[in-house]
Each structure stands twice: as C-alpha cells, then as structure tokens.
C-alpha cells in the first residue's frame, strides 16, 4: 500500500491489488497513509498455493478493471464507507 499511495499523491492511476482476505487489512493500511478514497482491485484468495497457470488467470481477471483504474475510469473496488479516490482533501471530505 506504501508504494499504491505514493505513486497515486504523485499523480500516477494507481490499481493497487490485494486478495479478498486482505481488504480490511489494506483499507486499515490506506486510512493510515492518509489515502482511504484509493479503492484496491480485489481478486480471490489465496494466491500462495494456486500454480503459475492459475496466478496468470487471475491476472487476466483482473486486468480490465486494472486498465479502468489506471484510464480513470474506475476507481477499483469500493469499500465500504469509502467514496471517491485518493486522499480525503482529494476526494473532497
């Protein structure tokens, strides 16, 4: 997440990917950088036991709604409670 927020305050669209057993831990982890409007790509858990092939399938789920984010078209996949993107001034809160 330190590199997702300093890429996206720098101006660079930002797909930040986590598993779906680790959102809580990256909305905690964004709130605390100062950036809980960036909405992290969710993709299904686990990766860690999944082969090569299966990793690269996942991959190719993810990436349209990857290519969304970075063309500004999507801001990710929302959380909850979490409107807009980037930072709160930003996101205008």
Same mark, same amino acid.
């Given at each position: 997440m330190h590199d997702a927020t300093s890429l996206e305050a720098s101006g660079l669209p930002t797909a930040a *990917? %986590? #598993?779906? +057993?680790?959102l809580q831990e990256a909305r905690l982890q964004l709130e605390a950088l100062g950036m809980p409007?960036? =909405?992290p790509v969710v993709i299904a858990h686990p990766?860690? #036991?999944l082969t090569d +092939?299966? *990793?690269a399938q =996942? $991959? $190719? +789920? $993810?990436a349209?709604? %990857?290519r969304r984010v970075w063309l500004g078209q999507e801001p990710g996949v929302a959380p909850a409670g979490v409107a807009g993107r980037g930072s709160a001034r930003e996101s205008g809160r």
């Open positions: *990917i %986590v #598993t779906a +057993e680790f409007g960036l =909405r990766l860690s #036991t +092939e299966q *990793i =996942r $991959a $190719a +789920e $993810a349209p709604q %990857v």
